[in-house]
């Protein structure tokens, strides 16, 4: 799997005399099921690895017809699935013919090709290697295997595949480069494709510079037959926008355009708030409305806040957009309440690692709470920051862990201008927990914090305690309800490398490998794990998931499984890595028919 930022060009990973031919005899055997030869990337073994679990056939011929049953038209208006309406030309097509059209006879030969793909990886149109410029054929990596084309789509950049990279034998000798195609909202249209004869090499693929410019010229195309609306819409967009990561958000029709801030700082339900509470004649005005989903409200400066249900609450600036004297829909500024609130009102902005919308929702909550002298209650699973977020909160507080046994004195006797932190209120002792309640009387604003893991129920003087400080309570997401934060997360829980070495870094397999796995010790566990590779790691390089523990590497069962088929499922998936993934070696090492085992790994993602 190659990009140009992160490429693994065949001639990076062997001696340039032997790369071809030994990455040719590594995909060898893995299609014979013998196990692969180091050197290999994690990258392209995981891409074969794909293809076999899609079903691909190593030997299929090209094209492969695109499926059927879609609804996105492609080519020729007379060209229809419908019999009754007819199909329209794709847009991305359209605007890309001309250029298409004016290139291909350069091609030369039939030596090259120039494909050109809808956002589905169907083909569009192609020309060269014996193509006449209609359209035809799926890129769908389900459907041929990896791809430049499907790369390119994935990761939003340029991407190179090299021949034996491919999984399909009629791709052996050709290398190809892909260009996504974007329309003049940002969002992916489709890809552009150059094939050439292999090329494999550190210098970038001879088409890339004809991709480029291919992909330039089709969205050139698009931005000259969007609708005046919407280039209006999309000129005041790029304005509000422009030069910092703010957070706008433009809508009208069936356009709704959003920044990378504004997706971090709302969720698709907030953004259908937004745009529902919002309705013309308050566009007019130029003010944010009251909607029957979220509130908002004006300070004597004439500043909007608005208040989501989801808890997040905002600033907002809501300005028409008008075009040919008529609203066509308008441009939302947007700032965190508690970014304002923190330079006004001394609030602590919380820098813990994470920015997915559960935890920053929690931690957004629980500053706000901290903002105000008052006790506060930190809930959640074991290891999800808890005491690190009251920490964070309360600055230079003192710490008693209830854990360590009866705090005693310490706590009836707490510093009076210093906040304080109780952890593991579970595990309180009786009397502790009668000094804890006998405070709160006492002192209901004392600048206390609680952190509490819910599990036995509590007894009595416990809840009154927790029933005491419920209104100020705040549930931090467990770690699998937020996986997107474990990239971010990795850095902070990694040892510092000794002096000389280089820090731990992680290819793309392994972080999707611990994405995916349900860490029920949350943080904790994660970085147990980070530390103890960090430890005795031997090796160099990125982390592989090949290093990660067996429950990690392996990841979670779809349902629940006893403790037989657990252990069964391990014996299947250590037997299935030893073969290289193929099935029928594996079950004739385990003494099974092909059948049974499929039926086995069917039982548990059941």
Known sequence: MTTTEHSFPVAHLFPVESSVARLRRARERFLTGRPLPDGVPDEVTSAWRRARFFGVRHDAAWPVPAATGTDTALDDPDDTDDPVRPSEPAPLLVAARPALERIAPGLGGGRSALVLTDERLRVLWSAGGGADGTRGGDLDEQRVGHNSAALALRTGRRAEVHGPEHFLDVWQDVSAVSVPVRDPAGRARGTVTVA??????????????????????????????????????????????????????????????????????????????????????????????????????????????????????????????????????????????????SRTAGRTPVTLAGRSVPWRRATERAAELAAHRAPLLLAGERGTGKAALARELLGDPLILDAAEGALGEALALPPRNRPLVVRHAERLAQPDVAVLNRLLDEHPDAPLAVTYTPGTPPGPCLQRLLDSVSARSVTLPALRERPEDIEALLPAVTPRPAAGHPPLTWTLDALRALERYPWHGNVTELAHVVRSLAVHRRATGPVRRAELPDPVRQGPAERPLSPMEQAERTAILEALRRHGGNKARTAAALGIGRATLYRKLRSYRG
């Open 196 to 341: 050439a004869p292999l090329c494999a090499g550190d210098a970038p693929h001879p088409g890339a510079a004809l991709a480029e410019a291919v992909a330039a010229l089709a969205e050139a195309g698009l931005a000259a037959r969007s609708r005046p609306a919407e280039r209006v819409l999309l000129d005041a967009y790029l304005a509000a926008a422009r030069g910092e990561d703010r957070a706008v958000v433009a809508f009208g029709g069936h356009s709704r355009l959003v920044s990378p801030a504004a997706a971090r700082l709302l969720s698709p339900a907030d953004l259908q708030d937004l745009e529902r509470g919002t309705p013309a004649e308050s566009r007019n005005s130029g003010h944010a409305a009251t909607g029957k989903a979220m509130e908002t409200a004006s300070d004597p400066s004439g500043t909007n806040t608005v208040h989501f249900p989801s808890g997040v609450s905002c600033t907002a600036g809501i300005t028409p957009v008008r075009h040919l004297g008529s609203t066509v829909g308008a441009v939302a500024v947007l700032e965190p309440l508690t970014h304002a609130s």
